[in-house]
Structure formats: C-alpha cells, structure tokens
C-alpha cells in the first residue's frame, strides 16, 4: 500500500489543476467589475507609467557644486565714513563665492575702538547701578560688552548710573539708520553656477546655456524670457520670494534658492535642465518678533604709529542666500519595469475580489450565488467502494446463484 501512495503522489506531481469559473449574468456586478478594471488601468498606466516613470531606474544620490559670483557698487554719505564707495570686496562674505553668501545691505559703524575703560551702554540691565558695590570687580557684564572694574559712574545728578568696564571702547552703537545705507543692493546681480552629476548614469550637466558667444553671460538676466541665464538680481531675488526690498535689506533676512534637477535620460540630454523656486526661511510670521531678519558682527583691525591697537566694529545687516539642490535621474530598465507590470497584474484582481464580495454577501440573491461558486463535499470515515463497483460485484452474485440453481435442476432432471 505504502508503495502505490508514493506511486500516486509521484504522478500527481505531473498533473495540471485549472480553476473553476462561474459567469454570473448580473448586470450590475458586471458594470462595477468593469468600471474597477478601467480604474485601475488608468492609475496603472497614467500615474505609475507616465507620470512616475514606473519604467525606470533612478538616481536620487545627485553631486552637486555650486559658485557665486556678486556684482555692483554702491555709494554712501554719513558722518563717521564720509563718502564712500562700496564695491564687491567690502559686502559680500565669504568672498570666494559659496553655496551660502551674505550681502551686507546696512550696518551701524563704531570707530576707532581700543583696549580702555569706559561706561558700559546704559541700555544693558546688568549694568545699571546706584554705588560701587553694584559693580563687583572682575565680573563680566551678562549680555554686555566687558568685564566690570568695580566703579560705578553717574552722569550729572542722576540717581543711577553705569558700571564701568574695561572693554573695547567706546562701546558699540545701537541706534541703526531706519533706512538701508546700500540700499542700491537693489540692482546687484548674483551668478549663480551649478554643476551636478548622477553618478549612477555617470551623468553630468551645469545650468549656464551651453553657447560659445562670450558676450551671452555679460547681458543676460534670469527671467520668463531668458530661463536658462544664470545670473539673478538680488532684487527680484526677494520680490520672488514674496518679501519687499527695502524692508528687508534694513533688518536682514534670509532667502532660500531652490535648484530642481528632474532629469529624464531616455531623452535628450538638452532636456534636463534646472528649476527654480525661492522663498524666504528667516521668520517673518510676526512683525515684532525680536528673532526675525538677520546681523552679526566684524571687525577691522589696525594699528597706529604709537603701536596701540584699535579696530573699526561694523555690525552688519543683509541678506543670506542659502542654495539649495536637489534632483534626480531616471533611465529605462528592464528590472523595474517587469517589477511594476507584475504588480500591476496582481492589482487587477482587486476588481474580481470586490465583486465577489459584492455578489456573495450584498446581493438579495447572494445564497444563490454561493451555492453555485461553492460545491460541498464530503467524506466518509469509512472506505467505501464505487457504486459501479458495488453494483457489478451484485449482479455478479446473482449470476453465479441462478448457475448454480440450474445445475441442480439439471441434476435431478438426469436421475
């Protein structure tokens, strides 16, 4: 017996099983069905095909490098420079040319500063004071400019006064023009150079317009007209990011550049090219937030004939530009295209297992329905043979009895 089992189960192995269909004249299961499918083909095909490229293989791992250039001048009139001009080397820092650069935009200038004592700015609360003791010796100014000497200093007949420190001195200004000095910053342009590369691909591109005319980058200005000049003015620069100007160049802020490269390298390699976006990142969501617009402080150092050190401090307002790239790349490949038409396939059956639930459990005739899709069968515990089987062994007893009744029959018709 153990021997025949194999025996069947070996063959068995060679046998093909096919599924047992039902075709359930139902209209309206038949319209559900159909309207599933199209659904599904129209995702399939319009937004894993077409629009996400399902097809390709992509490279998000982009190589990017980015150079700035500034260019313009401005000039200004006050009381502590007198005229001036200011040219790229005195406003923009770093002035190598980076994916992250400042244009100084306004500032407040404190002069001929030197080691010295001198009172601290009265508009520090850790250094207002009524008498020496208020002054300890020795001890740093908190959020002020120095360190304290143990006097206190009084202007006039006034009640309170000032801690002296030992400090830079004078000390710093803090009253800024309303108005920015540059504010011809307005008019100065920034290239922007951006080279990139997706290494999977080995693929490289930069967004100056591939031209021999010399002349091209001298007269060109980023725009609807020009999309692939390279150079930007500061100004529309922030009109781009939704700010103004002017009020921005007063107190600082920083504006974001967003490069997208989406590239598609089944075609032409002229088609990729850069998208930009800009927005501005410094907080601007209320008006008088002491964290909104952007300074900080440098200064310039000398030294006199006396050899005594003294410096010029410039607390600086502008703009930072931060760039930022991004992209990706994609190229046909037999991988994930299969990998996508396969799981296609699987999702077209969602369409079938939707209606059958619709058919099984939801219609008024679903008993009906699941007696014809389901068959019930049911086993003996008992061996029992076919009824051919026991049908033939019968009329085989009853022919064996009716040869043995003649026999005797035949028997005594002889004696």
Same mark, same amino acid.
């Given at each position: 017996?153990?021997?025949?089992?194999?025996? /069947?189960?070996?063959?068995?192995?060679?046998?093909?099983?096919?599924?047992?269909?039902? *075709?359930?004249?139902?209209?309206?299961?038949?319209?559900?069905?159909?309207?599933?499918?199209?659904? *599904?083909?129209?995702?399939?095909?319009?937004?894993?095909?077409?629009?996400?490229?399902?097809?390709?293989?992509v490279d998000t791992s982009i190589q990017s490098s980015v150079i700035t250039k500034?260019?313009?001048?401005?000039? $200004?009139?006050?009381? /502590?420079?007198?005229?001036?001009?200011?040219?790229?080397?005195?406003?923009?820092?770093?002035?190598?040319?980076?994916?992250?650069?400042?244009?100084? $935009?306004?500032?407040?200038?404190?002069?001929?500063?030197?080691?010295?004592?001198? =009172?601290?700015? =009265?508009?520090?609360?850790?250094?207002?004071?009524?008498?020496?003791?208020?002054?300890?010796?020795?001890?740093?100014?908190?959020?002020?400019?120095?360190?304290?000497?143990?006097?206190?200093?009084?202007?006039?007949?006034?009640?309170?006064? $000032?801690?002296?420190?030992?400090?830079?001195?004078?000390?710093?200004?803090?009253?800024?023009?309303?108005?920015?000095?540059?504010?011809?910053?307005?008019?100065?342009?920034?290239?922007?150079?951006?080279?990139?590369?997706?290494?999977?691909?080995?693929?490289s591109k930069t967004n100056v317009l591939d031209t021999k005319n010399d002349a091209?980058?001298? %007269?060109?200005?980023?725009?609807?007209?020009?999309?692939?000049?390279?150079?930007?003015?500061?100004?529309?620069?922030?009109?781009?990011?939704?700010?103004?100007?002017?009020?921005?160049?007063?107190?600082?802020?920083?504006?974001?550049?967003?490069?997208?490269?989406?590239?598609?390298?089944?075609?032409?390699?002229? /088609?990729?090219?850069?998208?930009?976006?800009?927005?501005?990142?410094?907080? $601007?969501?209320?008006?008088?937030?002491?964290?909104?617009?952007?300074?900080?402080?440098?200064?310039?150092?000398?030294?006199?004939?006396?050899?005594?050190?003294?410096?010029?401090?410039?607390?600086a307002y502008g703009i930072r530009f931060d760039i930022m790239v991004n992209g990706?790349?994609?190229?046909? %490949?037999?991988?994930?295209?299969?990998?996508?038409?396969?799981?296609?396939?699987?999702?077209?059956?969602?369409?079938?297992?939707?209606?059958?639930?619709?058919?099984?459990?939801?219609? &008024?005739?679903?008993?009906?329905? &699941?007696?014809?899709?389901?068959?019930?069968?049911?086993?003996?515990?008992?061996?029992?043979?076919?009824?051919?089987?026991? %049908?033939?062994?019968?009329?085989?007893?009853?022919?064996?009895?009716?040869?043995?009744?003649?026999?005797?029959?035949?028997?005594?018709?002889?004696?």
């Amino acid at each position: 017996m153990d021997q025949i089992a194999w025996k /069947e189960l070996c063959c068995s192995l060679f046998d093909y099983k096919t599924e047992k269909y039902v *075709i359930a004249k139902n209209k309206k299961v038949g319209i559900l069905y159909r309207v599933v499918q199209l659904s *599904i083909l129209i995702y399939i095909v319009g937004w894993v095909f077409m629009v996400k490229k399902g097809y390709q293989e992509v490279d998000t791992s982009i190589q990017s490098s980015v150079i700035t250039k500034v260019k313009g001048v401005a000039f $200004t009139n006050t009381s /502590e420079m007198g005229k001036r001009i200011w040219d790229v080397v005195d406003y923009v820092m770093p002035p190598q040319g980076e994916s992250v650069f400042f244009v100084m $935009t306004n500032l407040i200038i404190t002069p001929n500063q030197r080691q010295d004592t001198c =009172p601290e700015n =009265p508009g520090i609360p850790d250094a207002l004071c009524y008498r020496d003791n208020d002054c300890p010796r020795g001890e740093a100014v908190i959020a002020g400019n120095g360190i304290k000497t143990g006097i206190c200093i009084k202007m006039g007949n006034n009640i309170s006064g $000032t801690c002296e420190i030992l400090a830079w001195c004078p000390v710093e200004k803090k009253d800024k023009t309303k108005s920015a000095l540059l504010a011809d910053a307005e008019n100065f342009t920034v290239y922007v150079k951006n080279s990139i590369r997706f290494p999977k691909f080995n693929f490289s591109k930069t967004n100056v317009l591939d031209t021999k005319n010399d002349a091209y980058l001298k %007269n060109c200005h980023y725009g609807a007209d020009q999309p692939y000049c390279p150079i930007f003015s500061l100004g529309k620069l922030v009109n781009w990011a939704g700010s103004n100007f002017h009020e921005m160049a007063s107190e600082g802020g920083v504006i974001g550049i967003q490069i997208e490269w989406d590239c598609n390298l089944d075609k032409k390699p002229s /088609e990729c090219n850069p998208r930009y976006s800009f927005s501005r990142l410094d907080n $601007t969501f209320a008006e008088k937030s002491v964290s909104s617009g952007y300074n900080f402080r440098f200064a310039k150092y000398y030294r006199s004939a006396a050899d005594v050190d003294f410096r010029t401090l410039i607390k600086a307002y502008g703009i930072r530009f931060d760039i930022m790239v991004n992209g990706k790349a994609g190229k046909f %490949n037999i991988i994930p295209t299969v990998i996508n038409v396969g799981s296609s396939l699987a999702l077209m059956g969602v369409g079938a297992f939707l209606c059958d639930l619709v058919l099984l459990y939801l219609l &008024r005739k679903s008993q009906f329905y &699941r007696g014809k899709k389901y068959e019930e069968v049911r086993s003996n515990t008992k061996k029992s043979l076919p009824e051919s089987t026991v %049908n033939g062994n019968q009329a085989g007893n009853q022919s064996d009895n009716s040869l043995s009744r003649l026999d005797q029959q035949l028997q005594t018709v002889e004696a």
